[in-house]
């Protein structure tokens, strides 16, 4: 029961993770873009840069997540 209690905790913040740097990063380009409008090209590419390796991540800590939960067979 614990093992699995453990895997639900590491699926939620796998989630939440990259949900946060979604935020953070959306936040952080809106205010610069109000800030200094003409700079808005290099300002969308550093934030979809950021916001693919947060989805990169995501994937592969979601994919480590499910293959702990399946169980081990033949051993």
């Known amino acids: ?3 699995y209690i453990a895997l639900i905790i590491i699926f939620i913040f ?6 946060v740097v979604f935020a ?4 952080a380009s809106i205010n ?4 200094n409008p003409s700079a808005a ?3 969308f590419t550093a934030m979809i840069i950021a916001l693919v ?6 994937i ?5 997540t499910f293959q702990l939960f399946i169980p081990q ?3």
């Open 41 to 43: 090209p290099k300002i």
């Open 24 to 27: 953070v990063s959306s936040l």
């Open 53 to 58: 390796f947060a989805e990169a991540l995501a």
């Open 32 to 35: 610069a873009l109000g800030r």
């Open 14 to 19: 796998s989630i939440i993770g990259p949900c």
């Open 60 to 64: 592969i800590a979601l994919l480590v």
């Open 73 to 75: 067979q033949g051993m």
């Open 1 to 3: 029961m614990s093992r």
